[in-house]
């Protein structure tokens, strides 16, 4: 099983920016390799291997030790089906500082799509501004 174009685009969606910490784990993207995706009744996660052209790195700190502002980096969009509802999908980096995992979580109810990639539109980052639009296939 591969990592799915949806994930790509939902943690490149996640990774916009110019940030140095944004850019280096954006420029992980290409070498993460499928690990395993856990469904739920209120969302997934997909996790990653890496290939050893991962460049690691260690997420910035802020004076009071917490990590910087902005991390994890998210996306939002809102889903058509089972139920109108708002997702969040979160880019997290493990411990090796390379990403080891995608996770998506409904903010609004416990449902999902029996195809969880599917029904999602509007794409829109923590202020509501939408960053992507996906057409209604329906």
Known sequence: M??????????????RG???WVVKMR???PHLKFSKREHFNCGFVTSFNHSSKAES???PREDSGLPVSGYPPAINARRRY?????VSFLVWLGEDGVIDRL????????????NI???FYDF??????IVQVIADEK
């Not at 089972?82 to 708002?86: A, Q, S």
């Not at 409904?106 to 029996?114: M, V």
């Not at 829109?124 to 501004?129: K, L, R, Y």
Request: with cysteine; charged share 35%.
């Open 2 to 15: 591969d990592i799915d174009e949806f994930e790509i685009n939902v943690m490149r969606l996640a990774l």
């Open 18 to 20: 110019s940030d140095d």
């Open 27 to 29: 420029s992980q993207i």
């Open 57 to 59: 790195f260690a997420i």
């Open 82 to 86: 089972p139920e109108d509802g708002l």
């Open 103 to 114: 996770e998506a979580v409904s903010l609004t109810d416990d449902k999902w799509p029996e």
């Open 117 to 119: 990639f599917d029904g």
């Open 124 to 129: 829109q980052d923590d202020s509501e501004c």
